[in-house]
């Protein structure tokens, strides 16, 4: 129901987009997500998105990461500008109220390279 994509190398201060398409019953008035899980450390929320538009950001990505949603295409999107080497991760999109979505994608994974 979740796929997400985008994931790859980028080098610090550069840019990368992540996107995850959801079937039309996951995508309708859910909150959509991403988290992230570093090696060695619990996963973690990055950002949310809820059906009216309003975006929560966790601290650590506030003013470089930014989530979107296109409706038209049941996708959602994270763009990532200048990450850090600390921004490696696996990202996980998910559908449902932050901190217990109740459906989640394969990850994709993420390095950033100093």
């Known amino acids: 129901q979740l796929q997400a994509c985008g994931g790859g190398l980028v080098q610090s201060g550069g840019s990368l987009r992540l996107s995850c398409a959801a079937s039309?019953?996951?995508?309708?008035?859910?909150?959509l997500d991403w988290f992230r899980q570093a090696p060695g450390k619990e996963r973690e929320f990055v950002a949310a998105?809820?059906?009216?538009?309003?975006?929560y950001y966790a601290d650590s990505v506030q003013g470089r990461f930014t989530i979107s949603k296109d409706n038209a295409k049941n996708t959602v999107y994270l763009q990532m500008n200048n990450p850090k080497p600390e921004d490696t991760a696996v990202y996980y999109c998910?559908?449902?109220?932050?901190?217990?979505?109740?459906?989640w994608g394969k990850g994709t994974q993420v390095t950033v390279a100093s």
């Open positions: 998105i809820t059906w009216t538009d309003a975006k």
């Open positions: 998910a559908a449902g109220p932050v901190p217990n979505p109740i459906s």
């Open positions: 039309l019953g996951t995508f309708g008035t859910a909150t």
